[in-house]
Protein backbone atom coordinates (compact mmCIF):
# COMPACT_ATOMS: atom_id res chain seq x y z
CA UNK A 1 0.00 0.00 0.00
CA UNK A 2 1.50 3.40 -1.02
CA UNK A 3 1.82 6.38 1.04
CA UNK A 4 1.93 10.15 0.85
CA UNK A 5 3.48 12.87 3.01
CA UNK A 6 1.80 16.04 3.13
CA UNK A 7 3.07 18.96 4.67
CA UNK A 8 0.87 22.07 5.44
CA UNK A 9 2.32 25.01 6.49
CA UNK A 10 -0.36 27.80 7.76
CA UNK A 11 -0.03 31.82 8.50
CA UNK A 12 0.02 33.16 12.25
CA UNK A 13 -3.44 33.49 13.63
CA UNK A 14 -5.01 30.71 11.35
CA UNK A 15 -5.94 29.02 14.17
CA UNK A 16 -4.59 25.73 15.88
CA UNK A 17 -2.88 23.73 13.39
CA UNK A 18 -2.56 20.45 15.07
CA UNK A 19 -5.90 20.47 16.74
CA UNK A 20 -7.74 21.00 13.17
CA UNK A 21 -5.05 17.67 11.71
CA UNK A 22 -6.78 15.83 14.47
CA UNK A 23 -10.19 16.28 12.87
CA UNK A 24 -8.97 14.25 9.84
CA UNK A 25 -9.99 10.93 9.95
CA UNK A 26 -8.04 9.99 7.00
CA UNK A 27 -4.47 10.86 8.34
CA UNK A 28 -2.37 7.69 9.17
CA UNK A 29 -0.14 9.85 11.15
CA UNK A 30 1.06 13.12 11.64
CA UNK A 31 3.82 15.38 13.23
CA UNK A 32 4.76 19.11 13.44
CA UNK A 33 7.11 20.79 11.27
CA UNK A 34 9.60 23.54 12.79
CA UNK A 35 9.84 25.11 16.09
CA UNK A 36 6.97 27.90 15.36
CA UNK A 37 3.80 25.13 15.28
CA UNK A 38 2.76 26.61 12.01
CA UNK A 39 3.77 23.77 9.90
CA UNK A 40 2.86 19.90 10.06
CA UNK A 41 3.07 16.77 8.26
CA UNK A 42 0.98 14.06 7.88
CA UNK A 43 1.25 10.67 6.40
CA UNK A 44 -1.78 9.21 4.23
CA UNK A 45 -2.35 6.66 2.15
CA UNK A 46 -2.28 7.23 -1.29
CA UNK A 47 -6.07 6.67 -2.40
CA UNK A 48 -6.86 9.36 0.32
CA UNK A 49 -4.39 12.48 -0.69
CA UNK A 50 -7.67 14.22 -2.65
CA UNK A 51 -9.53 13.63 0.22
CA UNK A 52 -7.15 15.04 3.30
CA UNK A 53 -6.07 18.47 0.95
CA UNK A 54 -9.43 19.27 0.19
CA UNK A 55 -10.29 18.86 3.70
CA UNK A 56 -7.63 21.28 4.67
CA UNK A 57 -9.00 23.71 2.15
CA UNK A 58 -11.76 23.42 4.10
CA UNK A 59 -10.47 23.93 7.32
CA UNK A 60 -8.49 26.73 6.56
CA UNK A 61 -9.24 29.80 4.46
CA UNK A 62 -7.20 30.34 1.21
CA UNK A 63 -5.35 33.26 2.03
CA UNK A 64 -4.51 31.46 5.80
CA UNK A 65 -2.40 28.72 3.74
CA UNK A 66 1.07 29.49 3.03
CA UNK A 67 1.87 26.30 0.96
CA UNK A 68 0.75 22.19 1.08
CA UNK A 69 3.36 20.68 -0.54
CA UNK A 70 2.73 16.80 -1.53
CA UNK A 71 5.53 13.82 -1.29
CA UNK A 72 5.86 10.13 -2.18
CA UNK A 73 6.64 7.93 0.25
CA UNK A 74 9.20 5.03 -0.54
CA UNK A 75 8.99 2.94 2.73
CA UNK A 76 7.65 2.76 6.44
CA UNK A 77 8.92 1.30 8.99
CA UNK A 78 7.32 -0.23 11.41
CA UNK A 79 4.40 -0.74 9.56
CA UNK A 80 2.02 1.81 10.68
CA UNK A 81 -1.42 1.14 12.58
CA UNK A 82 -4.65 1.87 11.90
CA UNK A 83 -5.57 5.47 13.44
CA UNK A 84 -8.30 6.07 16.03
CA UNK A 85 -11.18 8.06 15.02
CA UNK A 86 -12.34 10.38 17.87
CA UNK A 87 -15.86 11.61 18.38
CA UNK A 88 -14.19 15.12 17.07
CA UNK A 89 -12.77 13.96 14.40
CA UNK A 90 -16.19 12.11 13.55
CA UNK A 91 -17.99 15.26 13.71
CA UNK A 92 -15.37 17.61 11.96
CA UNK A 93 -16.84 19.05 8.72
CA UNK A 94 -16.10 16.93 5.81
CA UNK A 95 -15.91 18.02 2.18
CA UNK A 96 -18.65 16.32 -0.40
CA UNK A 97 -17.13 13.18 -1.10
CA UNK A 98 -15.37 12.79 -5.11
CA UNK A 99 -16.62 10.05 -6.83
CA UNK A 100 -12.90 8.44 -7.28
CA UNK A 101 -10.93 5.30 -6.91
CA UNK A 102 -7.30 4.08 -5.96
CA UNK A 103 -4.82 6.78 -7.49
CA UNK A 104 -3.01 9.95 -7.30
CA UNK A 105 -4.63 12.82 -6.48
CA UNK A 106 -5.98 15.92 -8.56
CA UNK A 107 -2.66 18.21 -7.74
CA UNK A 108 -0.35 15.40 -8.29
CA UNK A 109 -1.87 14.37 -11.63
CA UNK A 110 -2.63 18.42 -12.67
CA UNK A 111 1.73 18.56 -11.81
CA UNK A 112 2.56 15.74 -14.05
CA UNK A 113 0.08 16.74 -17.23
CA UNK A 114 1.34 20.07 -17.19
CA UNK A 115 4.88 19.27 -17.86
CA UNK A 116 3.75 17.57 -21.09
CA UNK A 117 2.09 20.36 -22.41
CA UNK A 118 5.54 22.58 -22.04
CA UNK A 119 7.01 23.70 -26.02
CA UNK A 120 10.45 24.13 -24.35
CA UNK A 121 13.29 22.91 -26.03
CA UNK A 122 13.41 19.51 -24.97
CA UNK A 123 10.15 18.79 -26.53
CA UNK A 124 11.13 20.36 -29.91
CA UNK A 125 14.11 18.21 -29.31
CA UNK A 126 11.87 15.31 -28.87
CA UNK A 127 9.60 15.66 -31.35
CA UNK A 128 12.69 16.28 -33.84
CA UNK A 129 14.39 13.16 -33.00
CA UNK A 130 11.19 10.68 -33.08
CA UNK A 131 10.00 12.03 -35.78
CA UNK A 132 13.55 10.84 -37.93
CA UNK A 133 13.46 8.04 -36.50
CA UNK A 134 9.88 7.06 -37.32
CA UNK A 135 10.29 8.23 -40.72
CA UNK A 136 13.39 6.59 -41.29
CA UNK A 137 12.03 3.55 -39.56
CA UNK A 138 8.55 2.79 -41.82
CA UNK A 139 10.34 3.68 -44.97
CA UNK A 140 12.84 1.15 -44.41
CA UNK A 141 9.99 -0.98 -43.28
CA UNK A 142 11.48 -1.48 -39.85
CA UNK A 143 9.09 -2.48 -37.07
CA UNK A 144 12.02 -2.39 -34.26
CA UNK A 145 12.74 1.56 -35.40
CA UNK A 146 9.35 2.46 -35.53
CA UNK A 147 9.16 0.73 -32.08
CA UNK A 148 12.19 3.09 -31.17
CA UNK A 149 10.23 6.53 -32.04
CA UNK A 150 7.03 5.31 -30.11
CA UNK A 151 9.02 4.68 -27.14
CA UNK A 152 10.23 8.71 -26.65
CA UNK A 153 6.00 9.49 -27.55
CA UNK A 154 6.17 13.56 -27.60
CA UNK A 155 2.80 13.96 -28.01
CA UNK A 156 1.30 11.81 -25.60
CA UNK A 157 2.01 15.36 -23.07
CA UNK A 158 -0.07 17.94 -24.35
CA UNK A 159 -3.31 15.48 -26.09
CA UNK A 160 -3.53 14.21 -22.06
CA UNK A 161 -3.07 18.34 -20.71
CA UNK A 162 -5.57 19.01 -23.51
CA UNK A 163 -8.36 16.47 -21.77
CA UNK A 164 -7.07 17.55 -18.16
CA UNK A 165 -7.81 21.26 -18.94
CA UNK A 166 -11.53 20.81 -19.91
CA UNK A 167 -11.90 18.16 -16.56
CA UNK A 168 -10.72 21.06 -14.32
CA UNK A 169 -11.63 24.34 -16.67
CA UNK A 170 -8.24 25.83 -16.61
CA UNK A 171 -8.33 27.61 -19.93
CA UNK A 172 -4.48 28.12 -19.29
CA UNK A 173 -3.40 24.83 -19.29
CA UNK A 174 -5.83 24.33 -22.70
CA UNK A 175 -4.12 26.95 -24.11
CA UNK A 176 -0.67 26.10 -23.67
CA UNK A 177 -1.33 21.88 -24.41
CA UNK A 178 -2.81 23.29 -28.14
CA UNK A 179 0.02 25.68 -28.80
CA UNK A 180 2.44 22.72 -28.01
CA UNK A 181 -0.02 20.08 -29.90
CA UNK A 182 0.57 22.22 -33.00
CA UNK A 183 3.74 23.42 -32.81
CA UNK A 184 4.25 19.20 -32.07
CA UNK A 185 2.56 18.33 -35.37
CA UNK A 186 4.13 21.14 -37.71
CA UNK A 187 6.87 19.72 -36.89
CA UNK A 188 6.48 16.43 -36.99
CA UNK A 189 4.78 17.36 -40.46
CA UNK A 190 7.49 19.32 -42.00
CA UNK A 191 10.37 16.71 -40.77
CA UNK A 192 8.61 14.49 -42.62
CA UNK A 193 7.85 16.10 -45.79
CA UNK A 194 11.62 16.62 -46.27
CA UNK A 195 12.02 12.72 -45.97
CA UNK A 196 9.70 12.37 -48.25
CA UNK A 197 10.78 14.75 -50.76
CA UNK A 198 14.19 13.03 -50.51
CA UNK A 199 12.93 9.79 -50.68
CA UNK A 200 10.49 10.25 -53.38
CA UNK A 201 13.37 11.92 -55.38
CA UNK A 202 16.12 9.51 -55.55
CA UNK A 203 14.68 6.10 -53.91
CA UNK A 204 10.64 6.63 -54.72
CA UNK A 205 10.22 2.27 -54.90
CA UNK A 206 11.48 2.00 -51.36
CA UNK A 207 7.90 4.22 -50.22
CA UNK A 208 6.02 1.04 -50.68
CA UNK A 209 6.42 -0.85 -47.45
CA UNK A 210 4.05 -2.45 -45.53
CA UNK A 211 5.04 -0.69 -42.37
CA UNK A 212 4.62 2.92 -44.53
CA UNK A 213 1.23 1.82 -46.64
CA UNK A 214 -0.65 0.11 -43.58
CA UNK A 215 -0.88 3.80 -41.87
CA UNK A 216 -2.58 5.28 -45.14
CA UNK A 217 -5.80 3.05 -44.44
CA UNK A 218 -8.01 3.88 -42.13
CA UNK A 219 -10.92 1.60 -40.77
CA UNK A 220 -13.33 1.37 -38.00
CA UNK A 221 -10.81 -0.97 -36.28
CA UNK A 222 -8.33 1.75 -35.76
CA UNK A 223 -10.87 4.08 -33.54
CA UNK A 224 -10.80 1.11 -31.49
CA UNK A 225 -7.39 1.25 -31.11
CA UNK A 226 -6.88 4.74 -30.36
CA UNK A 227 -10.03 4.67 -27.81
CA UNK A 228 -8.44 2.09 -26.52
CA UNK A 229 -4.96 3.98 -26.07
CA UNK A 230 -6.12 7.20 -25.06
CA UNK A 231 -8.43 5.49 -21.93
CA UNK A 232 -5.14 3.25 -21.40
CA UNK A 233 -2.69 6.42 -21.29
CA UNK A 234 -4.89 8.40 -18.65
CA UNK A 235 -5.95 5.19 -16.46
CA UNK A 236 -2.03 4.58 -16.43
CA UNK A 237 -1.40 8.38 -15.37
CA UNK A 238 -4.26 8.72 -12.80
CA UNK A 239 -3.22 5.54 -11.18
CA UNK A 240 0.04 6.38 -10.41
CA UNK A 241 1.48 3.21 -12.65
CA UNK A 242 4.22 3.49 -14.92
CA UNK A 243 3.31 4.39 -18.14
CA UNK A 244 5.87 3.87 -20.29
CA UNK A 245 4.33 0.79 -22.08
CA UNK A 246 0.89 3.14 -22.10
CA UNK A 247 2.92 5.86 -23.93
CA UNK A 248 4.18 3.45 -26.18
CA UNK A 249 0.53 2.52 -26.95
CA UNK A 250 -0.45 6.15 -27.49
CA UNK A 251 2.46 6.87 -29.76
CA UNK A 252 1.32 3.90 -31.80
CA UNK A 253 -2.27 6.04 -32.96
CA UNK A 254 0.02 9.21 -33.28
CA UNK A 255 3.20 9.32 -34.18
CA UNK A 256 3.38 7.09 -37.23
CA UNK A 257 0.52 8.36 -39.14
CA UNK A 258 1.79 11.81 -38.42
CA UNK A 259 4.92 10.90 -39.87
CA UNK A 260 3.74 9.27 -43.06
CA UNK A 261 1.40 12.22 -43.77
CA UNK A 262 4.17 14.23 -44.61
CA UNK A 263 6.18 11.42 -45.96
CA UNK A 264 3.66 11.18 -49.03
CA UNK A 265 3.00 14.54 -49.44
CA UNK A 266 6.66 15.16 -50.13
CA UNK A 267 6.85 12.27 -52.42
CA UNK A 268 3.89 13.85 -54.38
CA UNK A 269 1.45 10.76 -53.25
CA UNK A 270 -1.66 13.02 -51.90
CA UNK A 271 -4.37 10.03 -51.97
CA UNK A 272 -2.40 8.00 -49.65
CA UNK A 273 -1.59 11.44 -47.70
CA UNK A 274 -5.33 12.06 -47.58
CA UNK A 275 -5.48 8.64 -45.96
CA UNK A 276 -2.93 8.54 -43.42
CA UNK A 277 -4.01 12.45 -42.60
CA UNK A 278 -7.37 11.07 -42.09
CA UNK A 279 -5.91 7.98 -39.58
CA UNK A 280 -4.75 11.05 -37.87
CA UNK A 281 -7.15 12.81 -37.24
CA UNK A 282 -9.59 9.81 -36.41
CA UNK A 283 -6.57 8.73 -33.31
CA UNK A 284 -6.43 12.81 -32.50
CA UNK A 285 -10.20 12.91 -31.97
CA UNK A 286 -10.13 9.21 -30.29
CA UNK A 287 -7.43 9.76 -27.65
CA UNK A 288 -9.06 13.19 -26.37
CA UNK A 289 -12.68 11.80 -25.99
CA UNK A 290 -11.24 8.24 -24.01
CA UNK A 291 -9.02 10.34 -22.26
CA UNK A 292 -11.62 12.77 -21.25
CA UNK A 293 -14.28 10.06 -20.49
CA UNK A 294 -12.13 8.47 -18.17
CA UNK A 295 -11.05 12.11 -16.34
CA UNK A 296 -15.04 12.02 -16.25
CA UNK A 297 -15.11 8.43 -14.52
CA UNK A 298 -12.66 9.21 -12.17
CA UNK A 299 -14.32 12.03 -10.79
CA UNK A 300 -11.45 14.59 -11.54
CA UNK A 301 -12.74 18.00 -11.39
CA UNK A 302 -11.96 21.21 -9.38
CA UNK A 303 -12.46 21.56 -6.05
CA UNK A 304 -14.58 24.62 -5.60
CA UNK A 305 -18.32 24.63 -6.82
CA UNK A 306 -17.61 27.74 -9.30
CA UNK A 307 -14.49 26.33 -10.72
CA UNK A 308 -16.99 22.99 -10.92
CA UNK A 309 -19.30 24.93 -13.14
CA UNK A 310 -16.88 26.32 -15.36
CA UNK A 311 -15.55 22.58 -16.00
CA UNK A 312 -18.73 21.67 -16.47
CA UNK A 313 -19.37 24.13 -19.25
CA UNK A 314 -16.35 23.51 -20.57
CA UNK A 315 -16.24 19.62 -20.62
CA UNK A 316 -20.25 20.03 -22.42
CA UNK A 317 -18.52 21.97 -25.16
CA UNK A 318 -15.19 19.46 -25.34
CA UNK A 319 -17.75 16.23 -25.66
CA UNK A 320 -20.08 17.52 -28.07
CA UNK A 321 -16.87 18.83 -30.10
CA UNK A 322 -14.84 15.75 -29.73
CA UNK A 323 -18.80 13.45 -30.34
CA UNK A 324 -19.61 15.17 -33.58
CA UNK A 325 -16.05 15.25 -35.07
CA UNK A 326 -15.70 11.68 -34.52
CA UNK A 327 -19.48 11.30 -36.44
CA UNK A 328 -18.20 13.19 -39.18
CA UNK A 329 -14.86 11.19 -39.39
CA UNK A 330 -16.72 7.85 -39.19
CA UNK A 331 -19.19 9.19 -42.17
CA UNK A 332 -15.72 9.62 -44.02
CA UNK A 333 -14.01 6.49 -43.29
CA UNK A 334 -18.05 4.55 -44.99
CA UNK A 335 -17.27 7.06 -48.09
CA UNK A 336 -13.77 5.92 -48.40
CA UNK A 337 -14.81 2.55 -48.23
CA UNK A 338 -17.60 2.49 -50.02
Request: with cysteine; charged share 15%.
Amino acid sequence: MSHRIIQIHIREAAGDLAQKVSLIDKVVDSWPVGPDALGHALLVRTQDVQTVTDHLQTLFLKNQIARIVIQPVEAILPKPAAKVVTEAAENAPKPKAARTFSGISRDELYADVARGAESGTSFILLVVFSTIVAGIGLIENNIAVVIGAMVIAPLLGPNLALALSTALGDLDLMRNALKTMALGFLIALLLSFSLGLVWGTWWPDELSGPELLSRTTVGFDSIALALVSGAAAVLSLASGISSVLVGVMVAVALLPPGATVGIMLGAGHYDLAGGAALLLAVNIVCVNLSAKLVFLFKGVQPRTWYEKKKARNAMIFYMVFWLLSLAVLGYVIILRTA
